[in-house]
């Protein structure tokens, strides 16, 4: 689904990740369009990253590709 375009929406999003006092990742994934309201909001929420172009043939993909989130819950 699309990144919402407002902050406070992506803030409790992105905020479901670090609940109870666990710390969390957020990776947003956006098209090539999407680019200037991701720098808007990251400016709007204090968040200065850079955004890091990704294609489909992209090696550190295949990370995701092996990851298997059941077995992480699993042996949470």
Do not use: C, M
Request: avoid cysteine; glycine fraction near 6%.
């Amino acid at each position: 689904y699309d990144p919402p375009e407002d902050h406070k929406s992506y803030l409790h999003r992105s905020g479901r990740t670090a609940r109870a006092g666990e710390s969390g990742v957020v990776a947003t994934l956006v098209l090539w369009d999407q680019e200037l309201a991701v720098k808007r909001l990251q400016t709007r929420i204090g968040v200065s990253q850079p955004i890091v172009e990704v294609f489909s043939n992209d090696k550190r993909l295949a990370d995701l590709h092996a990851w298997d989130p059941a077995a992480d819950r699993a042996s949470a």
